[in-house]
């Protein structure tokens, strides 16, 4: 025999009840309760129309939500065909503002903002560091060219070359030297 819900257990879980959420055991036992406890029952009507009403009030702030969006929307519009303008600073001071209000107001803008100056940022640094790559890629040629240059290949092949004769010009006279010495 299943043991009876008392008024305080119900109030307890009527609002899980209202939703659904319960056993199946408890959801027939306070459907029961409600049968016999008109004060009970009373309660629950209450709660289910204040429910409704909140469901009610909701949509009503959805349909709100739909206005704004579409005035944000317009906005945002605006905001993105003035976008690199501002990031360049080529608005008027009141078009500045404008668009200053909208970042403020709206995330969406804000976030496209802060991707505007990050890519700008990107930019500059790539260029940046092109220019410098480029740099660095002039001294390196001009420094290969140096050591590759014909011109001082040759010069310097000669400079081995003298010295190459000069000591084989010392071998062979002090070779000489000893010959008219000891012959
Ligand atoms: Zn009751």
Redesign the pocket.
Same mark, same amino acid.
């Given at each position: 025999m299943q043991k009876e819900l008392? &008024?305080e257990q119900?109030g307890a879980i009527i609002t899980f009840y209202i939703e659904g959420k319960l056993s199946d055991t408890l959801q027939k036992a306070v459907k029961h309760?409600l049968e016999i &406890?008109p004060? &009970?029952k009373a309660k629950f009507n209450e709660l289910q129309s204040m429910l409704k009403r909140l469901h009610k009030n909701q949509s009503a702030s959805n349909i709100d939500d739909e206005a704004q969006k579409n005035f944000k929307k317009k906005q945002y519009a605006e905001f993105r065909a003035n976008l690199s303008a501002y990031v360049d600073n080529e608005l008027d001071d009141k078009e500045n503002m404008r668009i200053k209000k909208i970042t403020i107001s709206n995330p969406l803008a804000r976030k496209d903002l802060e991707e505007m100056y990050a890519f700008k940022k990107l930019l500059h640094n790539s260029f940046d560091k092109t220019r410098s790559d480029i740099r660095y890629d002039f001294s390196k040629n001009v420094v290969h060219q140096m050591h590759s240059a014909p011109a001082d290949f040759t010069s310097s092949f000669k400079k081995l070359i003298i010295a190459y004769i000069i000591m084989l010009s010392i071998i062979v006279a002090a070779a000489l030297y000893l010959w008219v010495l000891y012959f």
């Open positions: 008392t &008024c119900v309760h &406890c004060e &009970c």
